[in-house]
């Protein structure tokens, strides 16, 4: 990450294993499977992060209705980013269970999806995931499990 | 099905409203948004229905895993089409409650997705899905909740 | 509630159908299931409300930890409560799901548990229920769908 | 299983670690938290187990409906007992998640719970749990996670 000529007192805008929200867009869009979403992250916080999934006419159900895989797709990205800045880029975790709630329809919209780490175990990271609008309306509420991969 | 002295011309493959294996790969045909999983239908049962999601690289995560999304969008179509086999297709129903857990990775491998209906009430149809191989092996375990659209 | 003698101006310390934290406390106190885990109503606030569960010999596993299923009472009943009193007590809803996660183990203490409504839908109340410390130790997370009873 | 040198008296009914029905059921009546529910083991197959929740007027709703902690509870300790069987009485094993949803009331009458495991893992122990009546109606699905508590 540090240029050629960083002077030796260079600043290190993160301390190290802690990611810019840049490193983990690059992240996402180094992923083949999850590009066709076109995830943005938003904003990144202690053990939470905010991504967001641009409108598309190619997630469109039945009445302009973004489809339910999307928001769960975004609900395990969301989690997984907010997992790679608590733990480090160089230690990754394996989704085990998501749990979603469908709770009402986005509507040819783009959707936030915010992830919030509720613990933090040596076997098991925990913890929820909401898709919503800029002003707060719910779409579906989640609950996400992921398993840390031991260091090889 | 067919009475002894049909003419020609009578032949109702099925009764009305259960529709047939084409009419399903058709539905998830129409659908944009599925359709770059590239779903096959491969059985139906009563109250189940077997769908195939081909293996693609575009589906691979790191260590040639089939993403974990595929398998959620699988139990989603799969429980959607044995709800359209038993409802008829006129009638549809949302998805509101998916629970997943991941079992066993799928590497580089075709998966199966097998939904099964456990109850059909009035106002919830609830069931479960698997994510397997060819020969049984496990790849993720889901529990599906839909709900009617009543009749406009 | 009024006595027959109020007079006009007599305080009503809620409005028609918001019950009091003690009415809750007798609905708790009346159901002859509920009564062995001693529930205590602690609070009460707008779709939220938190109950405490006593520590008692009879309520551990071996290595006093809390059991399980003491726990999943608590939410359930937790967010039964949070939801008669936006309801009324007039009517009534039904579990229809409830995913538990534990988390920490409870051990020899009391428990308090904080339900709260994130949807109050007409066919659907959904929300989070946590068990936890008077210090915000997490205990077991919790999501509970409620139906409500269409009244007669 | 029995040697060929076995003499009369010397039957091994199960083979070390594999634990009987009896065993199982001493297990049960030994859990002070458990013994209130009063739950009888019914049979055991290779990673199945199956209790019964007797009725009594104290598990009773309003409607004589079984209340939904006794149903959670039962595939608490129908899973537990399965994994038991399973792994042997000397190893144990603590809830993780148990996801529930209730299908239809039972109404003043006996329910039986079957366990089974899907997958056996070193770190997860995962299955489905069914509450029924003895003629198969269906009462509530749990899937439930346990995780093998390592040996000291």
């Known amino acids: 990450m540090k240029g050629p000529y960083a002077s030796p007192g260079a600043r290190r805008v993160k301390p190290a294993g802690k ?20 995830f943005q992250v938003e904003s990144l916080r202690n053990g939470s992060c905010t991504i967001r999934l641009p409108f598309r006419r190619t997630l469109e159900r039945p009445g302009g209705i973004v ?3 999307a928001l769960m797709a975004a609900a395990d ?15 990754d975790a394996l989704t085990s269970e998501l749990n979603t ?10 959707v936030l999806c915010t992830a919030r780490i509720l613990k933090h175990g040596r076997r098991r990271i925990y913890g929820v995931a909401e898709c919503h609008s800029r002003t707060g309306k719910l779409y579906s509420h989640h609950t996400v499990t992921y398993v840390p991969i031991e260091a090889a």
Chains 1, 2, 3, 4 share one sequence.
């Open 19 to 38: 990611p810019s929200k840049r490193a983990l867009q690059a992240l996402l869009d180094g992923e083949r499977f999850i590009r066709p979403w076109g």
């Open 67 to 69: 489809n339910g895989p």
């Open 77 to 91: 990205c969301a989690m997984w980013l907010a997992i790679k800045a608590h733990l480090g880029m160089e230690r």
């Open 101 to 110: 709630t469908f709770l009402s329809p986005a509507i040819r919209e783009a």
